[in-house]
């Protein structure tokens, strides 16, 4: 695993997430850019799992705290439970459908301290809650662009002071409830400058409590929980680079980004450290496409890959 030292913060004179920079701290951004320590080998591939008949799309994947692997499955608006070794477990949930425990276009989930299972219902515009075996608890969120509304609810995370952190990728905004539902902030704005967002599709936390925010066509992001920018990586064209699906983070504070090129046929995990300085990438198995990532708590990083006849996962480490 990549240890990186405590990284002091990139000064913003106060300004918050959307307003413009001094030009000193463009030139710090430029710099962070230029300043990548050298190359790192790929990490290799350990071992890799097919889904069952019943996984048509593996769009995003988590943890359970037992170390099992929840699947959502955005195409087939499922949601399943694997081993770590590949072997189903259950179903979570009532498969497709609006009514409690039933998926339209499910995008992410997170498991909360307590057990609780967080899947974000993107079509069906809300947030659903399960407990530790996968049954229903309750629903939170609606469709809109008023205060805790939702249009496409994307990526989930959970923050150090234990409330739930998403980016709604069409309202471009990070939205903060609390683990009961309640509403308590939101911040973001739509754009392509410094601070703006472009898509936002992936998010995730570091040990200093500090929040990625990946958009979709670049960069990613580094901000406070309260939304105030510190630093920006990996654009649009970034070593060849064009889209960035979804990113997780380790407990070291490093960012892996699922990447594709414009032609959509090269694709890659990107690994950067918690400075945004390029560390590796590697790719899966040709003719497959990585569509999100995970990391556990030994330093393994999951990539949940899609093919002509694949869907399931492919297992990495140095």
Known sequence: MIRTPRIPRVRTSGRGA?????????IALVFLAAASPARQAPYRRLAQWQAGPEVREVHS????????????????SRVHRYSPHGHR?????????????????PRDCKVAGSGEIFISDGNNQRIQVFDQEGRFLRAFGSKGKGPGQLLRAHALDFG??????????????????????????????????????????????????????????????????????LLEFAPAGFRGWAFFHA??????????????????????????????????????QEGRTVKTVAVDRQGRVYMAVDGKDFHGIEIFGP
């Open 18 to 26: 959307g307003s413009r920079p001094p030009r000193a701290w463009m």
């Open 61 to 76: 994947l988590c943890f359970d705290l037992n170390g099992n692997l929840i699947l959502v499955d955005s195409v087939a």
């Open 89 to 105: 477990l259950a179903e979570i949930g009532r498969g497709p459908g609006s009514g409690p425990g039933q998926f339209a276009g």
């Open 160 to 229: 150090p002071d234990g409330n739930l952190y998403l980016v709604d990728v069409d309202n471009s905004r990070v939205i903060v409830f609390d683990p009961a539902g309640k509403f308590l902030s939101a911040w973001g704005k739509p754009g392509k400058g410094p601070g703006l967002f472009n898509a936002p599709h992936g998010l995730g936390f570091d040990a200093e409590g500090n929040l990625f925010v990946s958009n979709y066509y670049g960069p990613c992001q580094k901000y406070t929980a309260r939304g105030k920018l």
């Open 247 to 284: 990113m997780a983070t380790d407990s070291e504070g490093n960012v892996y980004l699922a990447a594709r090129d414009e032609s959509r046929k090269r694709n890659a995990v990107v690994m950067f450290d918690n400075r945004g300085r390029f560390l590796r990438e590697w790719s899966p």
